[in-house]
């Protein structure tokens, strides 16, 4: 990683580029924006209960410090969300930089360091939030320190959202702020996570940028039979039933449905793959050879396999309390990850014909996460990412990405603006062993940060600086 990053510094300043006009100390910024990351990882954020008023106090004042001023907005006490914004000259709309300050929770005892220490080894900074989110959480502090510092011209205002409550509790945070606050950050475009720059022995190998995701909708079945002694079995049985309707629904494989991310993501990803893998991708689009290959994605790629269709997955079974008594009931809850265009009652109605069970009932969970159309890959938001990755990786490419998890993006596309998430440079050996987002020793490659920071900094200058 680091002979990667000496030949990305290397390259910048980029040439014939507004942003040629705005030198920068990197060395600077790496070591500031190194400090600001290592003490929001030491606030506990922890959602539930959040505590992000502590994030947001500490960006109001870092950026009060360079003359910026900040807004706080809370939905309840002590989880604000945090609203900056610098003007620009009002001939375009402005571009919103968003990052949430909330983390999800750790078992202390399956990690070999303290999880808000922003322990520093063997290259790495571990801690949770190092990956989700508050890399982004400072790469959105320094753009709009340096954007200030440099006092940079600019056609649009910049808007940077720090919010709370994306962990599973939108409620406090980018709902909150659509629904009550949605003139504080309306823009043209927006820049969050959910991107990943992958590299493979220190070289960059691909840039993947979120343009879409899939929405959850959560269903439990429910399956009712009659109660009675476990020694005279009944063709009711409330477990055999569930277990049946878990079965069907596992086994059952809906249609492959290919939008423009998806379509572009796998005839890219083929130009960078392996020969076999790449007849794979490109066979999803050849009638003769597309179950097939969908086959072998299944198998092999369940990752890639999980972008082509809805998926169901079985994550929760519950039912009996003896076991020598037929319980009346039994449960399951499933997690369906929906295409961005899936209508959902359709979907629940094929689940049900699936299952063809009249003693197993649908039971659905609200839909918390809006379905958004997908952020066009044709406009002049994505040919700037595209420009500015092939400028600091020149033999990576940069792929389209539609995410299998969710994000505050999602509300936002919902709202008619779209977004592209972006990330860290992560190895493949490292994204293979564990210390990812959510995981146990959730952990960022130390000299990552300052790439992210700077893949911000180019992108929003060449979307927003005067010329």
Not at 265 to 278: D, H, Q, V, W
Not at 283 to 291: H, I, T
Not at 318 to 332: E, H, K, L
């Amino acid at each position: 990683m680091a002979r990667l990053l000496v030949l990305l510094l290397a390259g910048l300043p980029f040439a014939a580029l507004s942003q040629d006009r705005y030198p920068v100390d990197w060395d600077r910024v790496e070591e500031e924006a190194l400090g600001h990351f290592t003490a929001l990882l030491r606030i506990d954020t922890t959602n539930p209960p959040g505590n992000e008023t502590e994030v947001a106090n500490y960006l109001r004042d870092a950026l009060a410090a360079e003359g910026i001023d900040g807004r706080l907005y809370a939905m309840e006490p002590g989880r604000d969300n945090f609203v900056a914004r610098l003007p620009g000259n009002g001939s375009k709309q402005p571009v919103l930089v968003m990052a949430h300050t909330d983390v999800v929770g750790v078992q202390r005892e399956n990690w070999s360091v303290e999880p808000f220490d922003a322990v520093r080894r063997d290259g790495y900074i571990y801690g949770r939030g190092t990956l989700d989110d508050k890399d982004n959480v400072t790469a959105g502090l320094m753009l709009l320190t340096m954007l200030k510092r440099a006092n940079v011209a600019l056609d649009r205002d910049i808007i940077y959202l720090a919010e709370a409550g994306e962990e599973g509790t939108p409620e406090f945070g980018i709902d909150y702020m659509i629904d009550e606050h949605w003139d504080e950050i309306e823009a043209e475009y927006c820049l969050a996570e959910g991107g990943t720059t992958v590299a493979r022995d220190g070289d960059v190998r691909y840039v993947s940028i979120a343009t879409t995701e899939k929405f959850p909708m959560r269903v439990e079945l429910l399956a009712r039979g009659t109660a009675g002694h476990g020694s005279v079995p009944r063709v009711d049985n409330a477990l055999a039933a569930l277990a049946t309707a878990v079965a069907k629904l596992s086994d059952w494989q809906p249609p492959m449905r290919l939008n423009d991310t998806t379509r572009t993501y796998f005839e890219r990803l083929a130009s960078i793959s392996p020969e076999e893998n790449a007849a794979h991708y490109l066979g999803l689009f050849d009638p003769d050879r597309s179950a097939a290959s969908q086959r072998w994605l299944a198998e092999h790629e369940p990752q890639h396999n999980a972008l082509l269709r809805t998926g169901v997955s079985p994550t929760i079974l519950s039912g009996g309390f003896r076991r020598n008594v037929i319980p009346s009931d039994a449960t399951a809850m499933l997690d369906v990850r929906a295409l961005p265009d899936q209508d959902p009652e359709a979907f629940y109605a094929d689940m049900a014909a699936v299952i063809n069970d009249p003693n197993v009932e649908l039971v659905r969970r609200p839909i918390y996460r809006p379905p958004g159309t997908p952020s066009p890959i044709d406009n002049e938001m994505f040919e700037v990412i595209e420009a500015v990755n092939q400028r600091m990786f020149p033999q990576a490419v940069t792929l389209p990405t539609m995410l299998t998890g969710a994000t505050d993006m999602a509300q936002v596309r919902a709202q008619g603006i779209p977004c592209y998430g972006f990330g860290p440079i992560r190895d493949e050996q490292d994204m293979a062993s564990g210390g990812g987002a959510h995981g146990d020793d959730e952990r960022i490659l130390e000299d990552s940060l300052l790439p992210l920071v700077q893949f911000l900094w180019y992108a929003v200058l060449g979307i927003a600086a005067s010329p």
